[in-house]
């Protein structure tokens, strides 16, 4: 029985081989059947094209293969095209998948004093936290108000960190310890607000009718008891109480000179006395000069220009015009002279101790100083300035009369008691004679030379800071150093085949006349130089009515020309451009 119903099945004793061996026959049979249709339908096609090729044209082959690499193309574009655009996708949805990518969320049971944060990614953590403990922290003084920077964010950060980058512990706490720096640096903000220093008495004006400096200022300061404020910002760190009110606490501080006590420190700390000489109208510019100087007042730290008080020598503020070197020559110009009165405050306030911030020196030796100890000044540069280093104001004193011209600085001593600053100039080395200039004269005899004046050398100067202790020398460092040119020597002379007289005529020499004319030229010179004429170096009989080396006409650099500082030896201008005419 269960045979037939195998065999019914086409089943045999192998089982489903049986099976899968009929149906192979099967589908032999079937390849066979399909293939015998096939070859007659193939047959009938073949025998159907054949009578049609009769009747037909010979296709252009041309066209057909053109067709076919244009259709290659596009397909070739087509699946290109589409390769590409998987990639772009691939490529966007990695990015996304990437940028999108949840941050890991704790799967233990982690706590945050006492907080639940597990299933929460660190951000949800942060913000679940800072519910508990939301800042706002303030501190007062007084009306004003002060908003304390989060200091919990950096904590938390850092416990979060620790969390979330690990394997977590199952409870935490948030620790405020550890915060006294950011706590100070608050602190520091607060002062910076409400902290108010002392001010010392000290001069603050200057009264011309009593000639005397008026003393005001005097302020008592604040400071914020910072100890206090800082222990009191920590005490609330540590019981989380981020929100606390707090309220700074300050104590008065008293100036440390009071007014009563500036009048007695305050005296002349640094002088200086030049003279000048009998011509009226040069004097009358160092006088001026001197009156826009006197009651400066220079507050400590800050520099004071002389050309800046004094301001521009003009015809309209009364400035005359005064004989001034002009590029080796004296000349008439407004202000001449003035130069004068920035040498004698430099001299004065290196007494006092103060720092020369820029200084120059003449082109010329002058004569109303030691080479050395000079300061020229210009409208628009050369200029002199200097800074108030001591702790409080100071005021400049000057005044001309009897053609001296006087320069105090007054102030608390910079200096130590017993200490005195001076500076101490001499000559190092005489320079050659520079070469001649010429003038021609046809009132002299034809071929002949007259000396009109001899010329002077040059000169070079060291100029050394003369520090002292009780008399007693302590340091004599170089300070500076000085070129000073010489003044060229100028010849008359007559290099014409004639003369004349006084009155343009043209006259005809004779032996004697030519005699006559030497003697005459003789006497011309020793009347026009009477000391020059037995020294190539000229002496001067009195104060020459300029300094040499001021005058508007100083148009080269000394060789060694510099901002100069007392204790700052050696300083050199020789790379600064050509100064202006000076004073």
Known sequence: MSTTNRSGNGRNSSGRSGYQYDRGRSRQSTTRYTSNYQG?????????????????????????????????????????????????????????????????????????????????????ARQEILKKYTWGMKVHYQDQVYEVANLLEGKLNDLLEEIYKGEPDERYLL?????????????????????????????SSYDAASDSFVFEGEAVGVAIDEEKLASEI???????????????????????????VAKEKYKTIGKYTTNTTANSKRNTNVRLAAEALNG??????????????????TAEKGYQGAAAYSGGEVVEEIGGGVCQVSTTLYNAVVRAGLKVSVRRSHTFAPSYVTPGMDATVSWGGPEFKFINTSSAAIGIRAAYSNQTVTVSIYGIPVLEDGVTHELESKKIEDLDLPAPTYEEDQTIAPGTEVVKSNGSQGSRWET???????????????????????????????????????????IVPTESSESS???????????????????????????SPVGPGEGPGNVQPS?????????NPGGDQSQLAAPKPED
Do not use: C
Request: aromatic letters at 4%.
């Open 517 to 543: 004319e030497a003697s005459v030229a003789e006497t011309t010179v020793a009347t026009e130089n009477p000391t020059q004429a037995s020294s190539p170096i000229p002496q001067q009989t009195e104060p």
């Open 40 to 124: 007659q339908r193939a047959y009938r096609s073949s025998t159907t094209s054949h009578h049609r090729r009769k009747r037909r044209r010979t296709p252009n082959y041309g066209i057909i293969a053109a067709v076919g690499v244009v259709l290659m193309i596009v397909i070739a574009a087509t699946v290109y095209g589409l390769k590409s655009g998987k990639q772009r996708e691939a490529v966007v949805t990695t990015e996304n998948e990437t940028t999108t990518e949840p941050e890991t969320e704790l799967v233990k049971e982690v706590t945050v004093d006492g907080i639940t944060i597990t299933g929460m990614s660190r951000e949800e």
């Open 234 to 260: 920590q005490n609330a760190l540590s019981s989380k109480n981020f929100t606390a009110e707090i309220t700074a606490t300050a104590s008065q501080v008293q100036p440390e000179i009071p007014i009563s």
């Open 559 to 567: 060789d060694e020309v510099m901002p100069i500082w007392p204790g």
């Open 296 to 313: 400066t007042i220079i507050y400590p730290g800050q520099e004071m220009s002389f050309n800046e008080v004094v301001g521009q020598r």
């Open 175 to 203: 620790d405020t310890s550890g915060m006294e720096e950011a706590v100070y640096a608050q602190v520091e903000e607060m002062k910076k607000l409400w902290n108010k220093s002392a001010k010392n008495g000290s001069i």
């Open 464 to 506: 050394r800071l003369i520090v002292k202790k009780n008399g007693e020398i302590v340091s004599n460092e170089v300070d500076h150093t000085v070129t000073y040119k010489g003044h060229n020597p100028v010849i008359r002379r007559n290099s014409s085949d004639v003369m004349v007289n006084e009155n343009g005529e043209t």
